[in-house]
């Protein structure tokens, strides 16, 4: 038996993620020689911004935080803390150099799936990318999936859903035979746990911390 969990995009961790993204991709469309460090740390109301840059470019780090969160599908008032300064010379010409951050990167790429990914990783990231787009009805941004499978089979996918009721008002079973019914039987069971509070309302995020594609 194998086991994956994938996290919806309004996870604490997921919002940090994408938010760091956004922040990124802002500061190579202002420079294309961009370099950029950052880290998003989001907690109870607040969401802080800290690292380094080298660039010729200017964003509004503040209005980009606080515009990529509506996006995902939050409302709330966030509070936004940054703290980003110059790229040390040091670090800079180390990176010139040619000389990077050390890190510990495992993985592969298979042909099981035509995500590149293992088969359980596929699905749960299927039946989250599926959730996510229910979001602004019944189903609120936060969440996770977690698909364990057999050979070829699911055994059980378990649906964490952040819902404006704290329920599911629907057939979920129904709803997964429709995203991923080629893999289920009828022993696959499916668990909900359905939860009305999310996001940094009842937890903390920060970058990095979920980071499979």
Same mark, same amino acid.
Not at 80 to 105: H, P, R, T, Y
């Given at each position: 038996m194998k086991t994956a969990e994938y996290a919806r995009m309004g996870h604490p961790d997921r919002v940090c993620d994408i938010i760091a993204d956004s922040l990124l991709d802002a500061f190579i469309k202002e420079d294309n020689n961009s370099r950029v460090a950052i880290e998003v740390f989001g907690c109870h109301g607040i969401i802080t911004v800290g690292g380094e840059v080298t660039t010729n470019g200017y964003i509004n780090i503040t209005e980009i935080v606080k515009n990529v969160y509506k996006e995902i599908g939050y409302f709330d008032e966030i509070g936004v803390q940054v703290n980003v300064v110059n790229q040390s010379?040091?670090?800079?010409?180390?990176?010139?150099?040619? $000389? +990077?951050?050390?890190?510990? *990167?495992?993985? /592969?790429?298979?042909?099981?799936?035509?995500?590149?990914?293992?088969?359980? *990783?596929?699905? $749960?990231?299927?039946?989250?990318?599926?959730?996510?787009?229910?979001?602004?009805?019944?189903?609120?941004?936060? +969440?996770?999936?977690?698909?364990?499978?057999?050979?070829?089979?699911?055994?059980?996918?378990?649906? $964490?859903?952040?819902?404006? /009721?704290?329920?599911?008002?629907?057939?979920?079973?129904?709803?997964?035979?429709?995203? *991923?019914?080629? /893999?289920?039987?009828?022993?696959?069971?499916?668990?909900?746990?359905?939860?009305?509070?999310? +996001?940094?309302?009842a937890d903390v995020g920060l970058t990095g911390r979920k980071n499979v594609l």
């Amino acid at each position: 038996m194998k086991t994956a969990e994938y996290a919806r995009m309004g996870h604490p961790d997921r919002v940090c993620d994408i938010i760091a993204d956004s922040l990124l991709d802002a500061f190579i469309k202002e420079d294309n020689n961009s370099r950029v460090a950052i880290e998003v740390f989001g907690c109870h109301g607040i969401i802080t911004v800290g690292g380094e840059v080298t660039t010729n470019g200017y964003i509004n780090i503040t209005e980009i935080v606080k515009n990529v969160y509506k996006e995902i599908g939050y409302f709330d008032e966030i509070g936004v803390q940054v703290n980003v300064v110059n790229q040390s010379k040091e670090i800079k010409k180390l990176a010139d150099d040619g $000389a +990077g951050d050390s890190g510990i *990167v495992t993985g /592969y790429a298979t042909n099981e799936t035509l995500e590149m990914l293992p088969l359980e *990783v596929a699905l $749960a990231k299927r039946i989250a990318n599926y959730l996510d787009t229910l979001v602004y009805s019944w189903i609120l941004p936060d +969440g996770k999936v977690q698909v364990t499978i057999e050979n070829e089979n699911i055994l059980n996918i378990t649906l $964490a859903i952040q819902t404006k /009721y704290g329920n599911i008002p629907l057939d979920t079973r129904s709803m997964m035979n429709d995203i *991923v019914g080629e /893999y289920m039987t009828k022993e696959t069971t499916i668990n909900t746990i359905p939860f009305k509070s999310g +996001g940094f309302e009842a937890d903390v995020g920060l970058t990095g911390r979920k980071n499979v594609l």
